[in-house]
């Protein structure tokens, strides 16, 4: 391996061999017992714990006391399995019962001894110098009476002697393998205990991640979009987390020592066979389209029949699968590693991750079977290094899955706020158009002098296009609020004559409900102030409309009082006060959420979308300004909201002079002015032009932009009214087209689509006006007289 790529192995790996290297040397430099005596005398037990490992002294079914001469059965290595333990040539069978002596020389010692003794197939007693010191379960000569349990245990020595006289009592009926198999220690007691309190710290900390992890996973696949491998994960790591305690070192069983052995076991096996195969259907899901469902579900089988199996029969049984399993668990794991490194070719996110952790479970899951087999005895700190590592890097793979999935629902959501955006700007296009239509034809017949009958009638129908126009804009805006995307005008308006206009147009409405309106404005407020006349007209028209909705009898009154004032601003308060029906005070917040009123038989009886009060409390909030509500049910609301606005200091002779200045549409002003109009709509056609002769003017119509650029005279037309939906060209090219040609004339946009949604496109292609459909003839008279120079927009001098 290069020096360059050295760096990149990881630390971890390093340590599995540094820890095999000092097993290996700490193994052989430890005396061994020898004919049933192993001598210490010359070993510091302070410093280091040691095995009592070597030959001890077998008497084969036989429970022997310290009080007991008996003869031996036969000098057999320690620890080993009955199963490998030959006896005149022949193993010893997997069940049964025996005893084993040692003799222990110690040296000269003044601290506390202790010895660290390990579990057995299935159960032991320990005496030393003829007391008793330490026992799990019962081990007996007769099946009845014994008793299984698997428990590990330091204890401290209470003898003084120089000479030990130890007796192992062994029992086992349960298991399909018996007799000792882990290392008897002894040593200086706090060492000792040291080293299993940390060792038993270490099992608890290990299973409290896997568990707390699989638990947030668990989490994140309810709370989430339900991804099969986060599910699959969290399993995993819930049911292996058992493994941590509750096997190796059984520090479960410490804590709970009177759980029954037979459910201790059948979990612990359980737990393997399940986790492996949440482990597979993981490795399934995490990369399906680099894996094979078949060989996935044969895995899973495989380790849920085995599952059955411990569920069905006793331990005797489920205890001999064990090597059956541990060809299904490599399989699994050498599977990963496929699927894994199939899919870092295929550049799938994570893969490298995955790659790389499935190589350390594959070295744990390796480094335990050696353990189990008796081959090596590691380190807790190697395994624990190896199990952290796996749950690290598999928790990268899934927050970086899960960070994806964020991205793409983000992106997603986007896209279909992007659909719907799109949606209700053509939804608005194709609306409004048909309503210039309706609204243009209401009007035109409205100014020939219709009967009586027929002015009512007509009237009703402005009204109810008026009605449904509001209910598109409504929508319209909310949506542009949601995006972000109003932005608010600075211009010069007058607050007190924009308030008379809106209260003058709902008076009709309020006079049919026998409804008293009222209007009160500061005499204070004499000033023109800078601000939005759209939105500010926008919000008050929604809160007076409302209060005549919700108004059946009584009055509404409509306030504008002068708070505040200084030489360069000034404050404002518009209070809207209605004896309607009043709104509960649970219910006050509940009313400017979009789409909802006070109760759902609301809408019934009165009408309206739910989005007005919405509307106007967001653009208050934008404008730094809050809408208020005082309201008491049965008896009436008052929606009020204080606004500061900068002042512009107008003399009262020049705006009646402009007021004075501007001409009627009954003058014909615009009598010898030739306007170039480019409509596609036949109806809107006809609408315009029979406006626009009215005023005066001469009309030449061309059907789409390529029509326009052919007849447009720089010479003869002094406007150009131009669509921007067309067929053939659009009026954005044709509008880009003319202004590279050179031609000035002032080209006014008449267009179904919300003024906000084409300013971008329309400041780029040299538009000079936007005139919005359906148009209020009044405000398309006021727009051309203004680009024709015949009549100035207020404010200019």
Known sequence: MSVTRLHKVPFFLLLFFCGFTDIAKAGASFPLAKNGVIDLRN?????????????????????????????????????????????????????????????????????????????????????????????????????????????????????????????????????????????????????????RDRDNAFDFVLMGCLFMGGLFFFGLFLFGRHDRSLLYFALFCMTYSYRMVGARSYALHSIFPDIPWTITTHLEYLSLFVSVTFFSLYTRYLYPKDSNKYVTYMQAWSCLILSAIVVIFPPSVFTQLINPFLVVMFVVIGYAFYVYIKAMRNRRLGAGYALLSTGVVLLVFVVIN????????????????????????????????????????????????KAKNEFLSTMSHEIRTPLNSILGMTHLILRDNPRTEQ???????????????????????????????????????????????????????????????????????????????????????????????????????????????????????????????????????????????????????????????????????????????????????????????????????????????????????????????????????LVARTFLERWGATIDVALNGQEALDKVDVNRHRLILMDMHMPVMDGYEATRRLRERGVTIPIVALTASLPRDVDERIKDTGIDDIVVKPFVPDNLFAVILHHTNIYRKPGEQ
């Open 43 to 195: 070993t510091d037990l302070s410093k280091d714990k040691i095995p009592l490992d070597g030959d001890w002294v077998l008497y084969w079914k036989r429970i022997l006391t310290p009080q007991d001469a008996a003869a031996p059965t036969a000098i057999v290595p320690f620890p080993r399995l009955w199963t490998k333990t030959l006896v005149n040539g022949k193993p010893l069978p997997n069940m049964g019962y025996a005893s084993y002596s040692l003799t222990v020389l110690l040296p000269k010692h003044s601290n506390k001894i202790g010895f660290d003794v390990p579990d057995t197939y299935a159960s032991y007693r320990l005496f030393v110098n003829g007391e008793l010191l330490c026992e799990a379960g019962n081990p007996d000569s007769n099946e009845e009476r014994a008793v299984p349990k698997w428990l590990q245990q330091t204890v401290q020595l209470t003898s003084s002697s120089d000479t030990l006289h130890l007796v192992l009592q062994v029992a086992n009926f349960w298991h399909s393998k018996g007799g000792p198999y882990k290392q008897l220690f002894i040593g200086d007691y706090p060492l000792l205990k040291q080293e």
């Open 370 to 417: 050696l353990q189990y087999f008796g081959i090596v005895s590691p380190q807790k700190e190697i395994l624990f290094i190896g199990y952290i590592s796996f749950f690290f890097l598999q928790s990268l793979i899934l927050s970086f899955r899960f960070a994806s999935m964020l991205k793409q629902a983000k992106e997603q959501a986007e896209q279909g706020l």
């Open 455 to 685: 002015k009512e009638q007509l009237n009703v129908l402005l009204f109810s296009a008026n009605n449904l126009l509001a209910i598109v804009n409504d929508i319209l805006d909310y949506n542009k609020i949601e995006a972000g995307k109003v932005n608010f005008e600075v211009i010069e308006m007058d607050f007190a004559n924009t308030v008379k206009n809106i209260v003058s147009g709902m008076r009709t409405s309020a006079e049919e409900k026998n409804i008293d309106l009222r209007l009160h404005i500061d005499p204070k407020l004499k000033n023109r102030i800078l601000g939005d006349p759209t939105r500010i007209g926008q919000v008050i028209t929604n809160l007076v409309s409302n209060a005549i909705k919700f108004t059946r009898k009584g009055h509404v009154a409509v306030e504008v009082k002068v708070e505040s004032e200084t030489n360069s601003h000034i404050t404002l308060l518009v209070r809207i006060e209605d004896t309607g029906i009043g709104i509960a005070a649970e219910k006050q917040k509940m009313i400017f959420e979009q789409f909802t009123q006070a109760d759902t038989s609301t809408s019934r009886n009165f009408g309206g979308t739910g989005l007005g009060l919405a509307i106007s409390k967001k653009l208050l909030e934008l404008q730094g300004s809050s809408l208020q509500l005082s309201s008491e049910h049965g008896k009436g609301s008052v929606f009020y909201f204080t606004q500061t606005f900068p002042k512009v200091i107008t003399t009262e002779k020049k705006m009646e002079s402009r007021a004075e200045n501007a001409p009627t549409e009954e003058s014909r002003p615009l009598t010898g002015v030739s306007i170039l109009l480019v409509e596609d709509n036949e109806v809107n056609i």
